[in-house]
């Protein structure tokens, strides 16, 4: 059974940073990744990273966090982490880690059509 428990959420101030983490249980290969949803808003993918077989660390970024934020991929500990900067008041919202045997770009996908989905953490920036 695959679990995603994220972790790292916070207040902080606009400017500052945080680090998610979402630990993956029961999950190998294929493409992790974090949304995040805003109060009244959508659910988002903001992120992603291919890993499978020989081909490791392929990434993505949405426009609006590109440059600011990194994600990346423990292998060995199965822990999937955002380094998020210069943070703004329009990153709040609920982050979650979410993942995909078949995806390449999770990123992409309508939140109904992700298999498996963390619990969510909230960030807020002010």
């Known amino acids: 059974q695959v679990q995603l428990v994220e972790s790292g959420g916070g207040s902080v101030q606009v400017g500052g940073s945080l680090r998610l983490s979402c630990a993956a249980s029961?999950?190998?290969?294929?493409?992790m990744g974090w949304f995040r949803q805003a109060p009244g808003k959508e659910r988002e993918g903001i992120a992603n990273?291919?890993?499978?077989?020989?081909?490791?660390?392929?990434?993505g970024y949405a426009d609006s966090v590109k440059v600011r934020f990194s994600i990346s991929l423990d292998n060995a500990k199965k822990t999937l982490y955002l380094q998020m900067n210069s943070l703004k008041p329009e990153d709040t919202g609920m982050y979650y880690c979410?993942?995909?045997?078949?995806?390449?770009?999770?990123?992409?996908?309508?939140?109904?059509?992700?298999?498996?989905w963390g619990q969510g953490t909230q960030v807020t920036v002010s």
């Open positions: 029961g999950y190998s290969d294929g493409c």
């Open positions: 990273i291919y890993a499978r077989g020989g081909i490791t660390g392929i990434t």
């Open positions: 979410a993942a995909d045997y078949l995806a390449f770009e999770i990123m992409y996908y309508n939140e109904y059509d992700v298999r498996y």
